[in-house]
């Protein structure tokens, strides 16, 4: 079975454009994950959608960073007005969200940004 | 605030070592905590999780020690190989779907 893809897988873009970075979760998974790994660091949490229920923005650095998630499948990251340090990989996951207490998130493999 | 310290940044050893990642948490609300092992150019991968309620578990090569007292829990790999060397993250959440919470990463190498 397909896991979770992102696209694009690169992208470089201009300080001050607009970017939009996309996902496609695990098919049936109803939990979806934005992270930020900038370069030697950990992992950031930007945003988490479950299901119906409104997402949770907690992570979002600034209101340039918006993410939408359509017919509670493929999200949309989007970076607007893009600064230099935006450049990170962002990676998406996704999980079952069902009763189990031990659920697994499943990454994809990033889309590393550069923002020159 | 970062609520999941983990050292070493860095770590090298031969081939059949025992490296040994640490991990530090600061929120008693956290209860689920996984190790992730990213190889370059690739997403984070789960290799193994744990629970608070057990102080150790196994999977193959790759053993978590938990103490909930202290707050810390680590990843300890027996008998390691090149094929191991990677980056490894350990996290923390509560609940498993939840948001996770990352250490700053464990960059290993195996030599041969």
């Known amino acids: 079975g397909a896991g979770v893809s992102q696209s694009p897988s690169n992208k470089v873009t201009e300080k001050g454009k607009d970017v939009e970075l996309r996902c496609d979760p695990i098919?049936?998974?109803?939990?979806l994950y934005w992270y930020r790994q900038s370069l030697g660091q950990g992992l950031e949490f930007l945003i988490y959608?479950?299901?119906?229920?409104?997402?949770?923005k907690s992570g979002l650095p600034s209101d340039r960073f918006s993410a939408e998630r359509t017919g509670g499948s493929v999200s949309t990251l989007t970076i607007q007005r893009t600064q230099q340090e935006d450049s990170a990989v962002y990676l998406c996951?996704?999980?079952?969200?069902?009763?189990?207490?031990?659920?697994?998130?499943?990454f994809g493999p990033g889309t590393r940004l550069l923002v020159l | 605030q970062q609520q999941v310290k983990q050292s070493p940044q860095s770590l090298i050893v031969q081939k059949g070592g025992i490296p040994i990642i640490n991990c530090a948490y600061e929120?008693?609300?956290?209860?689920?905590f996984p190790w992730y092992q990213q190889f370059p150019g690739k997403g984070p991968a789960l290799l193994i999780a744990?629970?608070?309620?057990?102080s150790e578990k196994k999977e193959g090569r790759f053993t978590i020690s938990f103490n909930k007292s202290a707050k810390q829990f680590s990843l300890h790999i027996m008998d390691s190989q090149p094929g191991d060397s990677a980056t490894y993250f350990c996290?923390?959440?509560?609940?498993?779907?939840?948001?996770?919470?990352f250490g700053t990463g464990t960059r290993l190498l195996v030599s041969p």
């Open positions: 996951a996704s999980s079952f969200s069902g009763t189990s207490l031990q659920e697994t998130q499943y």
């Open positions: 744990i629970r608070p309620d057990v």
């Open positions: 996290a923390a959440s509560k609940g498993g779907f939840q948001k996770l919470v």
């Open positions: 959608f479950q299901g119906n229920s409104a997402p949770d």
């Open positions: 098919s049936g998974h109803t939990a």
């Open positions: 929120n008693t609300a956290f209860d689920y």
